[in-house]
């Protein structure tokens, strides 16, 4: 038997459609166009990729795309003057510094320097700590594409035992507290926990985010949980070069009740869920109602 495959590529799609009618909805009815502004410093090629992507994405659905590429010796008094000017145009709903920065950049300090309202990577200390504490917040884009494909799946998560592994501020603790608010009993386990194959055989969900290709096997896997692999780990295997998660998939595709592929999985949820955040910024700003299950 294998589990049932999450396609988080069909599912991205389906959420595009809808934020796209929203804009449609804004535009017709309110003269609104959402507006995303993208900050890339330096020429880190995988950055590059993804800026191009999303930006290419937020034109599709009929948004505004704000690009701006600086040079990786841009200084920082020069970045957050950037950022101050974004902060200030009522044409820019959505505001993403790709990460990471180049190392003479303090990326706390440019993060934090972002309105929290326009802050749709959920990043801001302010919204770390209104999701903390279960108030309306941006929230980060990978969780919340997570969260939604385990809703989907699942409908009601309430009282499952999730175990996510990793604790990164970008993917692991905000996945935590989303689970959490869920009404999920939640382990955040990470390379330090101590049995951590008997931790994992726990979880009704599992969520592998630790960056370490393949390294959860198929018999850490309880039977019938739902996997969720965050892992976009590139090796080489038989000499060519491969796409794998931080679950070894085969294995754990036997045992799983569901579980989402590497590549096709998350990753298409991820811009996907930054676009409905800037449509759900965008209604804030202007007093109108939110779409509905476009976010947390
Ligand atoms: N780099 C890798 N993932 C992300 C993300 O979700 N947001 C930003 N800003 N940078 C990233």
Redesign the pocket.
């Known amino acids: 038997m294998t589990g049932k495959i999450l396609d988080g590529k069909l599912f991205a799609a389906q959420i595009r459609g809808q934020v796209a009618e929203h804009v449609a909805r804004l535009k017709g009815s309110h003269g609104l166009t959402p507006g995303l502004a993208v900050v890339l410093v330096g020429e880190d090629p995988a ?1 590059e990729v ?1 800026v191009r992507s999303k930006g290419k994405q937020t034109v599709e659905v009929g948004m505004a795309s704000f690009e701006h590429k600086l040079a990786a010796d841009t200084s920082e008094a020069d970045l957050l003057a950037l950022i101050a000017k974004l902060n200030a145009d009522p044409e820019v709903h959505g505001i ?5 920065l180049p190392s003479h950049l303090n990326s706390d300090l440019v993060i934090n320097s972002i309105d929290p309202a326009k802050d749709v ?1 959920g ?1 801001h200390i302010s919204n770390v700590g209104l999701l903390g504490t279960g108030q309306k917040s941006m929230v ?3 969780p919340l594409g997570c969260l939604m494909m385990l809703r989907d799946h699942h409908g009601s998560l309430s009282g499952m035992n999730a175990v996510v592994v990793g604790r990164s501020n ?1 993917v692991g603790k905000p996945m935590a507290q989303l689970l959490l608010g869920d009404s999920c009993t939640v382990t955040i386990a990470h390379s330090r926990t101590s049995d951590l194959a008997e931790t994992c055989r726990r979880a009704d969900i599992l969520v592998a985010a630790v960056g370490r290709a393949e390294m959860i096997p198929g018999d850490w896997v309880k039977p019938g949980a739902t996997v969720i692999d965050v892992g976009i780990n590139r090796i080489e295997r038989d000499g060519k070069k491969a796409l794998v998660g931080d679950v070894h998939f085969e294995s754990a595709a036997a045992v799983a009740g569901a579980i989402t592929p590497v590549p096709g999985g998350v990753g298409p949820m ?1 811009i996907a869920c ?1 676009l409905a955040n800037t449509v759900t910024a965008c209604c804030r700003a202007n007093g109108l109602e939110e779409p509905a299950g476009l976010t947390a």
Request: charged fraction near 5%.
């Open positions: 950055s993804y993403l510094v790709q990460l990471p990577d990043f980060p884009c990978t970008i991820t930054l």
